[in-house]
């Protein structure tokens, strides 16, 4: 029974970061896939960032230079940096593991 629980979202201006948090259980975690999604209200949820079993990551076109995945395997835990936020990265970010469990979401608004 995979359950992942994100941490980390809230109210934050333009050009501040955050660091979301995914904690994973009942289940491998060193062995899969993790990625972070994301969906604004209306919108189709997108890929985010994902980083594989063997530290190897991807990112969206969007969001590359500035925001960073990154996985602590001993914690079971999965982190998505981001940085010099702007108003078109407020969405629900949700965290997925080998791209079949998903999180409920937690909610980044980017406002000044």
């Known amino acids: 029974q995979v359950q992942l629980v994100e941490s980390g979202g809230g109210l934050v201006q333009p050009g501040g970061s955050l660091r979301l948090s995914c904690a994973a259980s009942?289940?491998?975690?060193?062995?899969?896939?993790m990625g972070w999604y994301r969906q604004a209200p209306g919108k189709q949820r997108e890929l985010v960032a994902r980083?594989?079993?063997?530290?190897?990551?991807n990112y969206a076109d969007s969001v590359k230079g500035r925001f960073t995945i990154s996985r602590d395997n001993a914690k079971r835990t999965v982190y998505l940096q981001m940085d010099s936020l702007t108003p078109e990265d407020t969405a629900s970010y949700y965290c997925?593991?080998?791209?079949?469990?998903w999180g409920k979401g937690t909610l980044v608004t980017v406002s000044s």
């Open positions: 997925n593991m080998a791209e079949i469990y």
């Open positions: 009942g289940i491998m975690f060193s062995v899969f896939a």
């Open positions: 980083i594989s079993s063997t530290y190897t990551t």
